[in-house]
T-cell receptor, first 114, second 117 residues
Framework: EPEVTQTPSHQVTQMGQEVILRCVPI?????FYWYRQILGQKVEFLVS????????KSEIFDDQFSVERPDGSNFTLKIRSTKLEDSAMYFC????????????FGSGTQLSVL | AQKITQTQPGMFVQEKEAVTLDCTYD???????LFWYKQPSSGEMIFLIY??????QNATEGRYSLNFQKARKSANLVISASQLGDSAMYFC??????????????FGSGTSLIVHP
């Protein structure tokens, strides 16, 4: 089965530092999402990306967050000035054009802000 | 308002027994889809089963089946013949029809299932 790849698997950073999380999606997929999961809690939607632009974002996705597709294929989620409460698992997910299709999740990046 | 409600924070089941994990949802859309994902302790999200709102039959995938009761807005996951490897968090998710077709799946708070030998 095709895979979504996320790097790094773990990231430790100091509060106030910038972090960049990376995702290599499945090549023929059209819809891309970032979710986060604070330890043991629900999976929360951050942002969706379609046709090379953000299609929707949640209240969590404030000005400190940005998402880019720098080379037309891979994705990055950037957090400009990390806060303690940004500590979470961040998942990249994508799917094809059919809305009934499952999301393919990456294995996640565990971000720890100290 | 919560779109997806999972009222069982934790469930226990004996190995080889069946277990039902509850999920209720709230939507005014006619077209929507319901998903179940498993998250073992290793953290990855594993797709289990999908049910579309227009599907007449309840979805089944191996030992997993979805008890879809549209009038009650419930989509419970049934795991038959539980195995020790089924111990994990289980998340119910729903995608609604959205303008622009983004169809963003939103997740419930999850149910932790522990299978006892």
């Amino acid at each position: 089965e095709p895979e979504v790849t996320q790097t790094p698997s773990h990231q430790v950073t100091q509060m106030g530092q910038e972090v960049i999380l990376r995702c290599v999606p499945i090549s023929n997929h059209l819809y891309f999402y970032w979710y986060r999961q604070i330890l043991g809690q629900k999976v929360e939607f951050l942002v969706s990306f379609y046709n090379n632009e953000i299609s929707e974002k949640s209240e969590i996705f404030d000005d400190q967050f940005s998402v880019e597709r720098p080379d037309g294929s891979n994705f990055t989620l950037k957090i400009r000035s990390t806060k303690l409460e940004d500590s979470a698992m961040y998942f990249c997910a994508n799917r094809g054009g059919n809305p009934n299709e499952k999301l393919f999740f990456g294995s996640g990046t565990q971000l720890s802000v100290l | 308002a919560q779109k997806i409600t999972q009222t069982q924070p934790g469930m226990f089941v004996q190995e080889k027994e069946a277990v039902t994990l509850d999920c209720t949802y709230d939507t005014s859309d006619q077209s929507y889809g319901l998903f179940w994902y498993k998250q073992p302790s290793s953290g990855e999200m594993i797709f289990l089963i999908y049910q579309g709102s227009y599907d007449e039959q309840n979805a089944t995938e191996g030992r997993y089946s979805l008890n879809f009761q549209k009038a009650r807005k419930s989509a419970n996951l049934v795991i038959s013949a539980s195995q020790l490897g089924d111990s994990a968090m289980y998340f119910c998710a729903m995608r609604e029809g959205r303008a622009g077709g983004s169809y963003i799946p939103t997740f419930g708070s999850g149910t932790s299932l522990i299978v006892h030998p």
